[in-house]
């Protein structure tokens, strides 16, 4: 359900615009299952009788029997996070363009949100208020002709909390894994002669209970946002080219995520002498990495909370990062003599620990609420250039008119290959918070994030021919030839390199390759009335 209201009002030379806005957003059977209640996982380590890291412990494969004593196992994998979600998202805006002379005109204005996130039970475990966004932007005409125009402009942008968060995040979830050996394999791909090498383990603490809504999120929690300015100029320098220069340097100030590291709670309890008979255990809560955080834990397991203030020592993360600067430099051909074209370069850098609310790493989709930190050791060597950091890109666009009725285009993009990485297990983590093939390191070896070289050149070329009969006025016939010579470039590959105590035989494979060639014909009808 949504509701928008805006308002304009001119007063000399000041444009006045005020508006609101109201979302109510329900998500209903969010979320996943696996299949068939499962998966097994079938594994082999070349050393059996050597303890290995799995299911949150330390275990010889041998020791279970079976063909454990040749070095195979299995794992039994159960997902189930599926849940309704909710979200009332509003916003109250107001700007003030101000045409200071003719050529001159300076726009400032001030943006104020709200969001308010509840699980499957609609009770509310995310609140945000008061997310206070000033913007400024000025534009000047310099000749008064509008054939040189310089431009800048600053802004604070708030990111809200999808609904996708309270699946796992704030609802029931089941995430198990469970390792075992074997005698054989069934029809249906069940393990025979079954023993169990560990219990049925979850890393985050979901085990399908239900989750207290007043435990999920820090207390005061501050809201995600980035700051950004831009500045640049316009030149036409000829009635057949125009050209111009934007730089763009945007900053990360503060992020929301999931945290799930149960020691600096454990370890707070026991310096301040709690008793934690009753308690069952911390799972992930919302909060703000790199930061202080406060948190209601329920110790007594009866609803009576302590309030648990950890420093940003206690906690072990270090400041949340992301830095984008880029410089645009184009070049362009006005519709003249025919023909249309321009040209874009872009030079830009993408660096820090935090992509944003997804990890493109390993292809997690919870929404604000990835692996990225869940514990500190993950975090070690995770500041680098990020998963979409292409440092060159060149767009090029333009169409000819062969004949009134005919003319061709196209779109071209070189681009410059996105980072590598290496993630690998890390045997220094402790096995009780370890997520397995998680980590900056492969083979033991270091691996900083971006570090393992770059994924091929992208290059692409669309091209289009229209048609527009002179006997239907309005009417255009289009053709479309997306990737018209069919490059099959590598864009994203699997970038975890160990499964469980081995290799991954995956590790290094191409997960998707570039859209092959496609056409598409379609037809466009426009009438002014």
Not at 89 to 98: K, L, P
Not at 228 to 257: M, Q, W
Not at 455 to 481: C, S
Request: net charge neutral; with cysteine.
């Amino acid at each position: 359900k949504s509701f928008r209201l805006d308002l304009e009002y001119k007063i000399g030379n000041h444009t006045v615009r005020a508006g609101l806005d109201d979302n109510k957003l329900s998500s209903l059977n969010a979320g996943d299952f696996r299949a068939g209640g499962g998966i097994y996982t079938y594994r082999f380590t070349p050393t059996p009788n050597t303890p290995i890291s799995i299911g949150g412990i330390r275990k010889a494969v041998a020791s279970g029997g079976g063909l454990g004593t040749q070095g195979y196992y299995g794992s039994a994998s159960i997902f189930n996070s599926v849940t309704n979600a909710y979200s009332d998202q509003s916003a109250q805006y107001v700007e003030d363009r101000w045409q200071i002379t003719k050529d001159l005109l300076l726009t400032a204005g001030l943006r104020n949100e709200q969001f308010t996130n509840k699980n499957g039970d609609q009770v509310a475990f995310m609140e945000m208020k008061n997310q206070i966004a000033p913007r400024f932007s000025a534009s000047w005409d310099v000749n008064g002709d509008a054939s040189f125009k310089v431009f800048g402009s600053a802004g604070r942008y708030h990111v809200q909390i999808p609904t996708h968060l309270a699946v796992r995040g704030a609802s029931r979830s089941l995430n198990t894994i469970q390792y075992f050996t074997y005698t054989g394999v069934d029809a249906n791909g069940a393990p025979i002669g079954r023993v169990d090498l560990t219990p049925a383990y979850s890393a985050n603490n979901e085990y399908y209970q239900p989750k207290d809504a007043k435990t999920l999120s820090a207390i005061d929690l501050k809201p995600t946002y980035q700051d950004e300015l831009t500045i640049g100029f316009e030149k036409a320098f000829s009635p057949s080219l125009n050209f111009g220069v934007k730089g763009t340097y945007r900053t990360l100030v503060t992020t929301i995520d999931d945290f799930c590291d149960w020691r600096p709670i454990d370890a707070w309890a026991a310096r301040n002498n709690v008793d934690t008979s009753n308690y069952g255990g911390f799972g992930c809560a919302n909060f703000n990495p790199g930061e202080a955080n406060a948190f209601w834990i329920d110790f007594a397991g009866n609803k009576t909370y302590s309030k648990v203030e950890l420093s940003k020592e206690d906690l072990g993360f270090p400041d949340a990062k992301r830095v984008y600067a880029a410089v645009d430099v184009f070049a362009e051909h006005p519709m003249r003599n025919g023909w249309y074209g321009k040209v874009n370069y872009t030079w830009s850098r993408n660096r820090g620990n935090t992509e944003g609310q997804t990890l493109s790493d390993v292809a997690q989709t919870d929404v604000a609420a990835t692996q990225t930190w869940d514990h500190p050791e993950l975090m070690v060597g995770a500041y680098g250039d990020l998963p979409n950091h292409r440092e060159h890109q060149i767009k090029a666009f333009g169409f000819y008119e062969l004949t009134p009725q005919w003319s061709i285009g196209g779109n071209a993009l070189i681009a410059s290959g996105r980072p590598k990485n290496c993630i690998g297990n890390d045997e220094t983590v402790d096995p009780d918070v370890s997520y397995g093939s998680a980590y900056r390191t492969c083979g033991g070896v270091a691996m900083p994030r971006g570090t393992a070289g770059r994924l091929p050149w992208d290059t692409r070329l669309d091209m289009n021919v229209v048609f527009k009969p002179q006997q239907v006025k309005g009417l255009a016939l289009k053709v479309d030839v997306f990737n018209v010579f069919d490059s099959q470039t590598t864009q994203t590959i699997d970038e975890v390199y160990n499964s469980a105590g081995s290799v991954s035989s995956t590790y290094g494979r191409t997960i998707s390759y570039t859209a092959p060639r496609s056409i598409r014909l379609s037809a466009e009808y426009n009438h002014k009335f």
